[in-house]
């Protein structure tokens, strides 16, 4: 997800935008017609759709302050003629993140807070589990992945739970980082959930929902873009979720994350998404208003956080940083910020270079792609002077070659389990109450010749374990974005201590170890 900038030439453009007047507005020349965009970009998207296996995809490409490209492409839902359009809708995951740190850099420049100020004046509760480092974390480190977490720690515990804002964040002390603080990078979304509870805290109780409702999207315009994600799939116009992760292209389950709302919980279209971008190419103008002072929207992109500092193998970047919700580098010369956004079934990533006055917004419904990706550098190539590759098939070729390599661990998994191996121990045995300290109780009990696992601050979601060999069974969870995962208990004597369960790395990296109760 995340990454840094540097700026190799300093434009008449870039001196605009550092003293707050938009480079994109500037600008009063025609701009020269792009002719990616107008002879091969229909058909370079339906060849990569065709190629990545996605149903749906939309696109805006915002230039010199107009939109130049607004539409969709292909289908909301696989077998249904429903065209996927401008109003669209789709979850932008991640893409939830800049409008967390907008918000509170408006907050900071209305003296409301002090982004560095220690969050406990703000969440007198908070805890990490160092004391050193609980007692200097700010409400910056909230949102620059600061914490020496690894990249998803917690997701397990907190994706598509029942647990909310305010036990994620008393939970996050169980967290045990595997790095230093303030030195080793961890993506971490439990930090945005424990922004976004400044907000009230700052506003005498004004909702992180309602405060992004009230200061971005009513006055931008952005009628179409949901802060919740409950009652998604009843609005008309989505973009149904795919994934082909675990095997042949297949629908699943959307995402409710109101729980995790300042992380990655909104609802939006490439039609709002204009609006937004436009927002953020003109210094947080939109229509000639200042809805956010230049010198508080310049504060998202300042860097927080080293990603990276070496020159990339394939694109024209040398560094990376994360500021507040947003990535940044340098491409061809140019400042870029960024971000991507994954929920089940649907990825998608919104940039801007101000000192080019472009904004690109994509949306897809299939996780297991690249295309969205090769998209954006594909519109950057084209309108900062890069010579054409394709980097759709650059990015296929490697994808093709990597799996060739590789064993399916699906099927591996399968191939135990044919096998109709007999364990140790009684399947009797294995049942009963675990728990992990940071996740919370599961539940193992016998249903024939399987044993099925409930997740109590997971609702709905169980999973089914088949025996393949020694103490590890398959693991086939019931929500496919979950995957399919091996599952070991340790055992001593004929008494089972603990089970290890794993997901999706999608979810979570880590394994949880759930003691027998």
């Known amino acids: 997800m995340p990454l840094s900038y540097s700026l190799r030439r300093l434009t008449v453009a870039a ?15 025609a701009a020269t017609p792009n002719r990616f965009v107008t002879d091969s970009l229909d058909s370079y ?66 003296k409301k807070i002090n982004l560095d100020e220690k969050v406990t004046k703000y969440l007198p509760e908070f805890r990490l589990y160092d004391s050193l480092a609980s007692h200097m974390v700010t409400v910056r480190d909230l949102m620059s992945h600061h914490f020496g977490f690894k990249t998803f720690q917690g997701d397990f515990s907190f994706f598509k739970s029942n647990i909310q804002r305010a036990e994620i964040v008393r939970r996050m002390r169980l967290m045990k980082p595997g790095g ?58 989505i973009a149904h979720a795919y994934s082909n992760t675990f095997g042949p292209l297949a629908k699943v389950p959307f995402d409710n994350w109101d729980n995790m709302g300042p992380a990655a919980n909104m609802v939006s279209n490439v039609t709002d998404l204009a609006k937004w971008l436009r927002f953020q190419l003109d210094s947080g103008r939109y229509e000639g208003k200042q809805l956010v002072p230049w010198a508080a929207l310049r504060k998202t992109r300042d860097a927080n956080t080293i990603l990276n500092s070496r020159k990339s193998s394939v694109l024209p970047m040398h560094f990376t940083t994360y500021g507040l919700g947003v990535l940044a580098a340098d491409y061809n010369g140019k400042q870029l910020f960024w971000h991507t956004g994954g929920a089940s079934g649907e990825v998608s990533n919104v940039c801007f270079v101000p000192e080019a006055g472009l904004g690109i917004a994509i949306l897809t419904n299939n996780d297991n792609q690249s295309f969205f990706e090769m998209l954006r550098y594909q519109l950057l190539d084209s309108y900062l002077g890069v010579p054409y590759v394709d980097r ?25 389990v044919s096998k109709k191996n007999k364990p140790a121990l009684p399947l009797s045995a294995y049942t009963g109450k675990f728990e992990n300290r940071l996740f919370g109780p599961i539940s193992i009990s016998q249903k024939g010749k399987q044993l099925l696992i409930e997740f109590p601050t997971h609702p709905g979601l169980t999973a089914t374990l088949d025996y393949m060999d020694g103490q590890e069974f398959r693991t086939t969870y019931s929500d496919l974005v979950f995957g399919v995962m091996p599952a070991k208990f340790e055992v001593e004597g004929n008494k089972v201590k603990t089970v290890e369960l794993r997901v999706n790395d999608y979810v979570e990296y880590d394994p949880y170890v759930f003691g027998k109760l």
């Open 45 to 110: 998207i339906r060849r990569g759709m065709r190629q990545w296996q996605i149903p749906g995809l939309a696109l805006v490409v915002v230039k010199d302050g107009k939109v130049v490209v607004q539409k969709g492409y292909g289908v909301r839902e696989v077998g249904k003629p429903e065209l996927v359009d401008a109003n669209t809708l789709f979850m932008i995951a991640s893409n939830t993140k800049l409008f967390t740190g907008t918000s509170l850099a408006k907050l900071d420049g209305e």
């Open 15 to 29: 001196a605009l935008l550092l003293s707050g007047t938009s480079a994109a507005l500037a600008q009063n020349t």
């Open 392 to 416: 759709s098939a650059q990015a296929l070729k490697r994808k093709q070659q990597a799996e060739a390599t590789q064993v399916d661990p699906t099927k591996a998994l399968a191939e135990r």
């Open 180 to 237: 230093q603080f303030r030195r080793d990078y961890g993506y971490s979304n439990s930090g945005f959930v424990a922004a976004g509870e400044v907000v009230p805290a700052a506003t005498g109780g004004t909702s992180w929902e309602n405060y992004v409702q009230q200061n971005l999207l009513q006055p931008l315009g952005m009628t179409s873009t949901y802060t919740t994600s409950a009652g998604f799939a009843q609005r008309p116009n």
